[in-house]
């Protein structure tokens, strides 16, 4: 299948990456699996029988009007451990390698399908100045975007765009490298360069 490129001409992709089939429980479960693996899992918390001290019976069993009581340290109590308490744990949730790679021909051929991947042949920044990238988004009336390149963003040509998309909370530059479901989802429109969806044609063939 062909896409059409900003300012003239088409790009030649392959069918299997920008043609697939839209499948929302494959992207969720991938998506899900992604943010869960980026969770620490360090949270820990005492038991009752971790905390410090409460070994002696805080008063005498009966005569003082009170519930009983063997230990100040139990969840009730001021101090005392958690009766349900976090320990650490891997988040991790199990997704092969196809599924991955399924979940991700699925969101690109929808971004084609609702006319939001927009190629361009190449984004060359002058300096780093977002001023500069802002006005150079309003061109392709883009608000909330990922912008795709082909190369690393310290690279030659890309360091300049990096340093000037890094203060846009709405922005955000990846290189083909660097893709992740996650934010193929987060934003409305894909700016990427024909070089990065060759990449990416490639690599989900």
């Known amino acids: 299948m062909k896409l059409s ?3 003239g001409g088409s790009l030649e992709v392959s069918d299997d990456a920008f ?3 839209f499948n929302e429980a494959l992207i969720h479960q991938v998506v899900t699996a992604y943010m869960a693996g980026g969770r620490a899992g ?3 918390q005492k038991t009752r029988a971790e905390v410090r001290g409460g070994g002696r019976k805080p008063f005498k069993q009966k005569g003082t009007g009170r519930a009983r009581a063997g230990t100040t340290r139990g969840p009730i109590w001021v101090g005392g451990g958690r009766a349900f308490a976090a320990k650490p744990r891997d988040y991790t949730q199990k997704v092969n390698r196809k599924m991955y790679t399924a979940a ?3 969101v690109f051929s929808e971004l084609v399908r609702q006319d939001r991947l927009v190629v361009v042949d190449a984004i060359e920044m002058a300096k780093p100045k977002t001023k500069n990238l802002v006005t150079y988004l309003q061109g392709f009336n883009l608000d909330r975007v990922l912008i795709l390149v082909d190369k690393g963003a ?3 040509g890309h360091e300049n ?8 909370p709405s922005v955000e530059v990846l290189d083909v490298t660097q893709l ?3 934010s193929l989802v987060r934003f409305e429109k894909i700016l990427a360069t024909s070089a990065a969806v060759k990449a990416v044609s ?3 063939s």
Do not use: D, F
């Open 180 to 182: 992740n479901p996650v």
């Open 161 to 168: 765009l990096r340093l000037s998309a890094r203060n846009l």
């Open 154 to 156: 310290v690279a030659e």
């Open 19 to 21: 043609g697939a089939k």
């Open 202 to 204: 490639e690599r989900l």
């Open 104 to 106: 991700l021909r699925s």
């Open 42 to 44: 360090t949270k820990a």
């Open 5 to 7: 490129i900003q300012g």
